[in-house]
């Protein structure tokens, strides 16, 4: 039986060019924490449905776990790492630290990068809008509260 060759699959992730091999149908998500050693995006449910794998693809919020990584040649993949320092954080990451807008800090990753593709399409968006953008990623310690408060904050900041 011939062994079928995994193809070089080239992805530009957090501003770098980086060349992986990869059947083309696996997870992005796979890629990014195996292969890249990225830890933000968590594996959380596989299904797509709790967010936190959440990704930026081309500035637009995309659950890891249930892209094919083929499906991101030629596109920007950001995740949490590629946001900011802990020297200068994202305006977002910074006000999600100064709002204490976490616990357990499992769907973070899915709502710092779901609020930064939100700011991108929309830097001023009314509370409904917040509530719209966050509204599928799964957060269970009941931080609700202070991550809204983080958003509008963030809101408020020139990123």
């Keep these: 039986m011939t062994q079928v ?9 957090n501003g770098q060019t980086i060349a992986v091999q990869a059947a083309p149908e696996t997870p992005l998500l796979y890629i990014l924490r195996n292969d890249l050693a990225l830890n933000g995006p968590k594996y959380g449910c596989g299904l797509g449905e709790c ?6 693809v081309d500035n637009k919020a995309a659950r890891a776990c249930r892209v ?3 499906a991101v040649v030629g596109k920007s993949v950001r995740t949490l790492e590629g946001l900011g320092t802990l020297a200068t954080p994202h305006p977002v990451q ?6 204490n807008a976490t616990q357990c800090g499992y769907c973070l990753n899915g709502m710092i990068i779901a609020t930064v593709a939100l700011l991108h399409r929309n830097p001023h968006p009314t509370e409904t809008e917040i509530r719209t953008a966050l509204r599928h990623h799964l957060c269970r310690c009941g931080a609700h509260l202070e991550i809204l408060a983080a958003v509008r904050a963030a809101a408020l900041v020139p990123a």
């Design 5 to 13: 060759p995994t193809p070089s699959l080239t992805l530009t992730v």
């Design 51 to 56: 967010g936190a794998c959440a990704v930026l």
């Design 68 to 70: 094919p990584v083929a």
């Design 94 to 99: 910074a006000a999600f630290i100064a709002h």
